[in-house]
């Protein structure tokens, strides 16, 4: 039997009567299903228990694995500004996030002292350049 690609069952998006109308597929076993989504493929059925290799072989020419949704989270400004500043080094300048792996005095003062070297090096070049 040939079953058409629009008649897929997607196991993400599968109701409970949907999950159970697949052979081999009761109730309980279609709750655990639906408890252990979303799946990326198809072969992580096999995770559910009750569902073994055989039987995915089985399921596997009629159901279907569609993208899981991914949720996206918005930050609020005013989420940023309730954290602490001990527990969130990007507290201390407002909320930006440039500085967060300089987390300690001694760290900024060794990134600037790293950054004026390198611009007092170039120049010292520069300089020995033009004379030539």
Do not use: C, W
């Amino acid at each position: 039997m040939e079953v058409k690609k629009d008649s897929l069952i997607d196991i993400n998006t599968a109701s409970k009567d949907e999950l159970t109308s697949l052979s081999g597929i009761g109730e309980k076993l279609a709750q655990e299903i639906i408890k252990h989504r979303p799946f990326s493929e198809v072969e992580d059925l096999t995770n559910v228990s009750g569902i073994s290799e055989a039987k995915l072989e089985t399921l596997l020419p009629y159901v279907t694995v569609s993208a899981a949704p991914v949720k996206k989270t918005r930050i609020k400004k005013d989420d940023l500004m309730a954290k602490s500043p001990e527990k969130d080094p990007t507290s201390k300048f407002g909320s930006t996030e440039t500085f967060v792996f300089l987390e300690d005095r001694n760290e900024r003062q060794d990134a600037l002292l790293i950054i004026f070297g390198g611009f007092i090096i170039g120049l010292i070049i520069i300089m020995l350049r033009r004379r030539n």
